[in-house]
């Protein structure tokens, strides 16, 4: 009988660009030109370039670069660099529904797995469409929320993701292409630990998935076989993860697929954090921009948050009230709100040495409250956030924000796709090499080897 790794496969297979609306190709299109533009603005940071160092100390390698270095590495290490950059400012798009971080994971390693031969835009539209569409679906199967098990969904359902996009991108048959994603669940990995004290693990997710896909795919090319039925089996992974009673929802895998696009529910990631916080953020630029107060004049800052989120973002208080990093800040509801109140701005430089030790950013952060907010609760495919102020004069202004910009009740248009990438190649790219590569990207459809558009961007 086909087990559901192999009609996944099947479909994987026999997919053509032709199959997909266009409203679908171009939303692939931006969210690669979108995480392109996230790597790049990641690609000097202190921990992108330690894992390079790592990288090149414990597997080297050649045949393949990352997306911004002209040094040669292995594949999978290519796609582990891909995947640093892709998520170490948290600036990377999500699945509402499942909380997963979707095009970085597929991108990773398909920008390294693309260059093993020549690559054709098409092609690399086609593997991503895919990878991107089999992950939003996995991540839907079981109404547990991963984040409370203590797994990272990003990082554990990743893996699976970019083995379908590598194999299709070798152009392997279901059968192989089955194999690899079989041997993926041996390499499935994420704990969240990292959320609790702040350390470096998670950005390392992404890359970890990417790569340990690529090497499934490597694997099953060479004829080593893995468990059919990985996903539904009575050892299949769902079982073997969330060893609970649930009532898994396996027809998530394949209802309706290739005609009903969860891509489409992916949204894109305006400010560099954990995307629960992001209606905050816009919540309190815009109490900030359409009203008249002191900082200091400020007694509590009242923030309504889905409960399920106190976990992640909002306790323990103290902790959250002072990060102990950057990325600890940007899973921190309470400097979150802080930072945005006290700047007026949120970008890829948010988050600094400097913020979190800033005297009235940290005030600020004292004085904000978390509450429950059971309309969030109650429907999480949306993106709701409130924030109330109170101030010494009596008043208490408030911003209710319902759907994010980017969300499919509140899209967001190719303009802010391109005005966020080009904030983040600021200072990266000259402006006329941006304006190339978004031509480029956007063009994909049609382009020739993606190499010629990808190869100046090493330096």
């Known amino acids: 009988m086909p087990y559901l790794s192999s009609k996944l496969a099947d479909w994987a297979v026999g997919f053509s660009l032709d199959d997909a609306p266009a409203e679908v190709i171009h939303n692939t299109k931006l969210r690669i030109l979108d995480h392109v533009g996230v790597m790049l603005a990641s690609s000097g940071l202190r921990s992108v370039q330690a894992a390079a160092r790592a990288q090149r100390e414990t597997d080297g390698g050649n045949g393949a670069h990352a997306l911004w270095d002209r040094g040669e590495t292995s594949i999978a290490g290519a796609a582990f660099l891909n995947g640093v950059a892709a998520s170490v400012l948290e600036f990377d798009d999500t699945h509402i529904a499942s909380n997963i971080h979707t095009t970085g994971v597929v991108l990773a390693a398909a920008l390294a797995q693309a260059q ?74 994420g704990s969240i630990s990292a959320f609790q004290d702040g350390t470096d693990t998670k950005i390392l997710h ?30 299949g992974w769902y079982r073997s993860y969330i060893q609970s009673d649930v009532d ?19 949204a894109p990631k305006l400010y560099p954090c954990a995307y629960t916080l992001m209606p905050f953020i816009a919540a309190a630029l815009e109490l900030r921009a359409n009203h008249t107060f002191r900082l200091e004049d400020i007694v509590e800052i009242r923030c309504e948050i889905m409960q399920r989120s106190f976990r992640t973002v909002c306790e323990p208080v103290e902790e959250k009230r002072r990060p102990r990093s950057s990325w600890h800040g940007r899973i921190s509801l309470q400097h979150t709100v802080a930072e945005a109140l006290a700047l007026g701005r949120f970008d890829k430089s948010s988050y600094s040495q400097s913020s979190l030790t800033d005297p009235v950013i940290n005030a600020l952060a004292d004085k904000v409250v978390h509450i429950a907010d059971p309309l969030a609760d109650a429907d999480t495919s949306r993106s709701r956030g409130v924030v109330t102020i109170d101030l010494a004069d009596g008043r208490v ?29 600021d200072g990266v790219l000259p402006a006329d090499v941006a304006d190339r590569l978004i031509g480029g990207l956007l063009g994909l459809d049609g382009a020739g080897d993606i190499d010629s558009i990808l190869a100046p961007l090493r330096n």
């Open 116 to 189: 093993q031969a020549p690559t054709r835009g098409r092609q690399f539209l086609e593997a991503v469409l895919i990878g991107s569409e089999i992950f939003c679906r996995l991540g839907q199967v079981s109404p547990v929320r991963m984040h409370e098990l203590g797994f990272h969904p990003t990082a554990v359902y990743g893996v699976f993701a970019a083995a379908y996009t590598a194999a299709r991108l070798r152009g392997l048959s279901s059968k192989v292409m089955a194999d690899a994603v079989g041997t993926a669940a041996s390499l499935s990995a």
């Open 397 to 425: 202004i408030s911003h209710t924000v319902e759907d994010m910009l980017g969300t499919n009740r509140n899209p967001a248009s190719e303009a802010v796709y391109l005005d966020k990438f080009r904030g983040n190649v």
């Open 248 to 266: 898994f929802r396996f027809g998530a895998l394949t209802d309706q697929l290739g005609t009903r696009w969860e891509v489409l529910n992916i």
């Open 206 to 235: 992404v890359g970890f998935a990417a790569a340990a896909g690529i090497r499934a795919t490597a694997l099953a090319a060479q004829g080593i076989s893995g468990p059919a039925e990985v996903f539904e089996g009575k050892f």
